[in-house]
Nanobody, 124 residues
Framework: QVQLVESGGGSVQAGGSLRLSCAAS????????MGWFRQAPGKEREGVAV?????????SYAASVKGRFTISQDNAKNTLYLQMNSLKPEDTGMYYC????????????????WGQGTQVTVSS
C-alpha cells in the first residue's frame, strides 16, 4: 500500500504555469508506474501523463498536453511532479496522482492507488 498526497493546485490565467506535486509514502512500496489523471466537471477521468518507473523511466502524455506538460519524479524525496506550462481553460479540473506496482496493471492503465486530488482552475 502507498499513500499519495497531491499539492500545488490553484487558479491561474490562461498561459500561466503550475507545478503539481505528489508525495508518496508507504514502507517497502515500489511502484512500476506513476501517473497524473484529471477529471473536469461532467466529464470522465482521463490520463494526462505517466512515467513508467519500472520501464526505465519512459513517459507517455495525452495528446492534448504534449509539449506543455512534463512529468518527473524525485526518487530521493518519493515525490512525483507535473510541470504544467501554457495552461488553457480546458485544462481545468481535479488532478489526481496514482501509483501502481504491477507491470500488467500499469500497461492496462489500471491503477489501484489514488490520491485525493488537487484542483486546477484556468481562467481565460
Amino acid at each position: 500500500q502507498v499513500q499519495l498526497v497531491e499539492s500545488g493546485g490553484g487558479s491561474v490565467q490562461a498561459g500561466g504555469s503550475l507545478r503539481l506535486s505528489c508525495a508518496a509514502s508507504g514502507y517497502g512500496y515500489r511502484s512500476w508506474c506513476m501517473g497524473w489523471f484529471r477529471q473536469a466537471p461532467g466529464k470522465e477521468r482521463e490520463g494526462v501523463a505517466v512515467i513508467f518507473t519500472g520501464g526505465g523511466g519512459s513517459t507517455s502524455y495525452a495528446a492534448s498536453v504534449k509539449g506543455r506538460f512534463t512529468i518527473s519524479q524525485d526518487n530521493a524525496k518519493n515525490t512525483l511532479y507535473l510541470q504544467m506550462n501554457s495552461l488553457k481553460p480546458e485544462d481545468t479540473g481535479m488532478y489526481y496522482c496514482a501509483a501502481e506496482s504491477s507491470q500488467a496493471r500499469c500497461i492496462r492503465y489500471d491503477y489501484k492507488n489514488w490520491g485525493q486530488g488537487t484542483q486546477v482552475t484556468v481562467s481565460s
